[in-house]
């Protein structure tokens, strides 16, 4: 009896995490600019899309709310909308449409998507501060410039100056997400760099996200560290530190709404990768449980 139940609940908390939806995982960066092979390229020319090891090395995955076997991002190297789309187990996001903006004046907490992003070819440099750690360092969430690195937390797009940027996805189903965002300046590890604001709220489709600094809000803090303070903070996904998440509901025809803004330090908003994740009904995994249950026990008798 007793291997009975844990061969039971091995099978429910399979069946749990069976049923859960594809999520949308975006890469923003132009490979265009990242001509490196992943083995043997430099810190500044990183590989062209996410390889390997680096395609679960996310917060989504950390997390486990992204299953191991989910590894198809989206490599994103434009600004206009593209709705040639794929969730992360390869099946086609029908319907799905990515837009990006930018504030069209800096500082008017609008982001305007017929505004294109400025910048969309940071490589991620790690940063040359003196004394001061680099990003790109062994075992780091942004990857190994020894080795060359493909890491989706790496590259980014970026605003002008004093610029928030953001995106909009419509056509996504009705029901529960969480949405994990980076934004960092990885050519940078100087102390002064400063944190990134995110923004997230949903609605009706619109030509631009007014007033986002009024939506729910995350803070990312992407602190720096000194070679003699450096005790691998690099190496690890931390909430608040170097990725924010938002647990966000979509009622039906409601698209997603996300901006990221800079700091007085750091006033361009940066924009690395994001993972939206659909949370799956209690139910759906409880009628799959007590389905398995029953067979169970047709099968004893």
Known sequence: MKTLHSTLLSIVVWTSQSVSAASLMLDFGNPAINTGVPESNTAASPGPVATGSYLTLSPGHATNAVGSGETIWNTITTSAPNSALS?????????????LGQEAAA????????????TLTLPGSGGGTSGRKSLLTPGSIYGDSRLGSTAVGR????????????FRVDGLTAGDYIVY?????????????????????????AGTFASFNTAASEFQANTTYTNAAYTNQYESFADGQNYVAFNISLAAN?????????????????????????????????????GLLGLLRRRRG
């Open 87 to 99: 969730y992360s187990d390869g099946t086609t996001a029908t319907g799905v449409t990515l837009t």
């Open 181 to 205: 965002l980076m934004g960092r300046n990885t050519s940078s590890n100087a102390i002064t760099l400063g944190g990134m604001t995110f923004y997230a709220t949903t609605g009706s489709s």
């Open 254 to 290: 409601q698209s997603l709404f996300v901006a990221v803004d800079g700091t007085e330090t750091e006033t361009r908003g940066f924009l690395n990768m994001a993972q939206i994740v659909a949370v799956p009904e209690p139910s759906a995994a409880l009628l799959g449980g007590v």
């Open 155 to 166: 590259d980014a797009f970026f605003g002008g100056t004093a610029s928030a940027i953001g």
């Open 107 to 118: 500082g008017s907490n609008t982001i305007d998507y017929s505004t294109a992003v400025s």
